[in-house]
């Protein structure tokens, strides 16, 4: 395990990076310090020029992104884009050669994580189900962690790129499916402790409680949370850009509750939480950042927040 700071000219292999956001912009920028080759994609100019003026080269479609290259990070928002991304008009899977290592960093069912590695493996790449966690701040420092699965000969050939950007790489099978089934158990926990987080703070301002030190006060106690410690400094400063959006979570919930439903195995607080994001959603906060569900409890409950 290691963050892959170091900086060198002498480049270790071509790396495609497709979806140049804040992940994978971060990720793309972690590769390129570590002496790799990048060719990005993203359809943002923007995220495109970034790449560029670190010294990246562009493609103008997935599919040239990642002709030649011997790793293909795909750090999209589900499987419905990871699908077209590998298997679309202009999909990449058509310009992989063989033997190539495609890495799925998308969330999604460990069920469709299975179904596209063994589709694409048929073609004779490799698939690599490998979500991360971390946030933007770790992706641009190449400290992410990385839940992945796959065959040994995949982790083999992808482990120096998977280092670039990760602190924490976990190996967690020989098959994909089980680096999402990880990456949902973090999800369930990640979007109930939001919830939480957002209904206490917002129960403090209703009892007229000083925010700023309720935040010193909690996050120096037992009922502190990563989530609490990181969410609540918007809410103080209430500031919703996204770094996180609400619907991010209405999607991983919402298979949070499928895979629970198809094992008839109760989530009552993730479901509870569900509700939350689908009314921030449905207000219109979708695209706001998850703490956004501040406030709709501030809305519920006349309870009033600080204003940006």
Same mark, same amino acid.
């Given at each position: ?128 189900? @490998?979500?991360?966690?971390?946030? #933007? %701040?770790?992706? +641009? ?6 839940? &992945? /699965? ?122 509870? @939480?569900?509700?939350?994001?689908? #009314? %921030?959603?449905? +207000? ?6 998850? &703490? /956004? ?16």
């Amino acid at each position: 395990m290691s963050a892959g700071r170091q900086s060198t000219q002498d480049h270790k292999g071509v790396v495609g990076v497709i979806g140049l956001g804040s992940m994978g912009g971060g990720m793309a920028a972690s590769l390129v310090r570590a002496g790799f080759d990048v060719v990005g994609y993203d359809v943002s100019a923007q995220s495109v020029d970034r790449l560029t003026a670190i010294g990246g080269r562009t493609a103008a479609s997935p599919a040239e992104a990642a002709r030649g290259c011997d790793i293909v990070f795909s750090v999209v928002v589900n499987a419905a884009q990871t699908e077209t991304i590998l298997f679309g008009d202009e999909g990449c899977a058509s310009t992989l050669r063989p033997g190539a290592v495609f890495i799925s960093c998308a969330t999604m069912s460990p069920d469709i994580a299975r179904q596209l590695g063994a589709r694409l493996e048929a073609s004779g790449c490799h698939y690599l189900d @490998a979500p991360i966690s971390g946030g #933007a %701040a770790r992706a +641009a420092q190449g400290e992410l962690t990385v839940l &992945a /699965s796959g065959s040994a000969v995949a982790f083999d050939k992808a482990r120096p790129a998977l280092n670039a950007v990760a602190a924490k790489l976990y190996e967690l099978g020989d098959a994909p499916g089980t680096g999402s089934a990880f990456k949902m158990i973090n999800q369930l926990l990640a979007g109930v402790h939001i919830a939480a987080a957002c209904e206490a703070m917002t129960f403090a301002a209703k009892q007229n409680l000083d925010l700023a030190k309720v935040y010193e006060v909690i996050t120096a106690s037992a009922g502190n949370s990563w989530m609490f410690e990181n969410r609540m400094p918007h809410v103080l400063a209430g500031d919703y850009q996204p770094l996180s959006a609400v619907d991010i979570f209405v999607k991983d919930l919402g298979i949070i509750q499928d895979m629970a439903r198809s094992e008839c195995y109760p989530v009552p607080l993730a479901a509870a @939480a569900l509700q939350m994001y689908l #009314a %921030a959603s449905g +207000a219109g906060m979708g695209k706001q950042d998850d &703490a /956004s569900l501040a406030r709709i409890y501030a809305q519920l409950s006349g309870a009033t927040l600080p204003q940006g």
